[in-house]
């Protein structure tokens, strides 16, 4: 990993910029050390802030960096310069998140389960309450997913495995396809 460490998130164990490849990987102290990343789930990009981000292992754990005040590490705590593995995730195959303005991740389990951690909105529970605990199963969505589709800028779109497309979160200039725009 390299570039904007401002927050710790290339788990170098400082928020000095990375100029270099840094083996993540390959450092102990970082939860994802011996693990093959799989996906790094975030919207990571000229627009974002970067603050945060989390990956994917291939054994089905997701791990976390960075900013963390809204619960984004599903630890409970705060911030952290090292990758902390989000409790409680095992199994997971797919994870979309952003960076920008509001960090979120949406995980989906092997058996068809969403789940979340970070900022409210897109927790999918009616509210903008955030998530500041471990990973939380998404519960109105009542049929089993089968895909993300989307996740960013504070909405999130899934497909059930009847085909059906599920969205919510902000619905500002009509995002979600509603006829309205009320957030």
């Known amino acids: 990993m390299w570039g904007n460490n401002s927050n710790g998130v290339c788990g170098t164990g400082n928020t000095t910029n990375q100029f270099t490849p840094y083996p993540a990987s390959d450092n102990t102290t970082n939860s994802i050390n011996g693990k093959t990343a799989y996906k790094f789930a975030g919207e990571v990009g000229a627009s974002s802030s970067n603050t945060c981000v989390w990956v994917l292992c291939d054994d089905g754990t997701i791990h976390h960096c960075g900013y963390s005040a809204q619960g984004q590490t599903g630890t409970g705590g705060a911030a952290t310069n090292y990758f902390v593995q989000c409790i409680n995730t095992t ?81 500002n200039y009509g995002f979600l396809a509603r006829n309205g725009t009320a957030g």
């Not at 092997?110 to 979340?116: E, F, N, P, Q, S």
């Open 91 to 171: 199994k997971i195959v797919d994870a979309h998140a952003t960076n920008d303005s509001q960090d979120f991740v949406i995980m989906l389990e092997a058996d068809g389960t969403l789940k979340h951690l970070g900022y409210g909105g897109t927790y999918g529970n009616g509210s903008n309450t955030n998530n500041s605990g471990v990973p939380t199963a998404i519960t109105a969505v009542t049929q089993k997913v089968a895909e993300i589709l989307y996740a960013g800028r504070r909405m999130v779109y899934v497909r059930d495995i009847d085909g059906n497309c599920w969205n919510w979160g902000n619905d």
